[in-house]
């Protein structure tokens, strides 16, 4: 840039000197001329050397405010990466704890009606598993529809059949009726698993035995098993079944 404003100099001075000489008569104008045209180019090479010049400012001008905002901006990134790192271990921890629970049992017993197995998912709204305090008697509960209910009482015997001990093998068992709800129950209030399509009531029959005699030893029986069940309604005499026509005869007459 020095040089060139040297160079645009000397151009003006020689300008001058050669404008003197013309009108004195002693070089002809179009040395005049040629000088002009020097002057000129050296003054375009001038401004775009400046121009040039100012551009470069400028870029250094912002290179110099990248330079000065790369440890802010770095910084910044390092704060976000660290957040989400934070954010991912308080996650990691979040979902090993819901993977491991230890749930303190509020009572002493045993466990009945395990409902989960490994790897199920879980429902928030279903129990998992049912706890019966020690000596806790179970009670079978049967559901008999309304039209099969009219001679049913408490005290009658009851043969029980569990579907997890198939009566082939292990028998029947017995109990008797302990009691008779007053109040029906529909098919959707139903707390089993059974399709039934009529209106039934809830029978609860006490157990003979809490366990069932298999493989040598004694087998407790769990809450929630399946069963199925005939209620005893009389007893009667040989003689009775054969006279019961004639009896029947008389109540007609």
Known sequence: MTLQSEQLALAVEKVRNFESLVEQGHIPKTQLRDSQQLKLDSQVRVQNSKRQQIQLQNQLGKLTQQKTQLPLEWQSRKSDLVSNLSDIEQRIIEISGRREYAIKAPISGRLAALQISEGQTLNTQSPLVAILPEGTELLAELFLPTRAAGFIA???NVLLRYGAFPYQHYGLHKGKVFSVAQVILTPSELPIPVALNEPVYRVKVRLENQNVAAFGKKVPLQAGMLLDADIVLEKRTLGQWL?????G?????
Not at 243 to 247: A, D, H, M, R, W
Not at 249 to 253: I, V
């Open 249 to 253: 005869l008389r109540g007609k007459l």
């Open 154 to 156: 408490v005290d009658q």
């Open 243 to 247: 006279f019961e026509p004639v009896y």
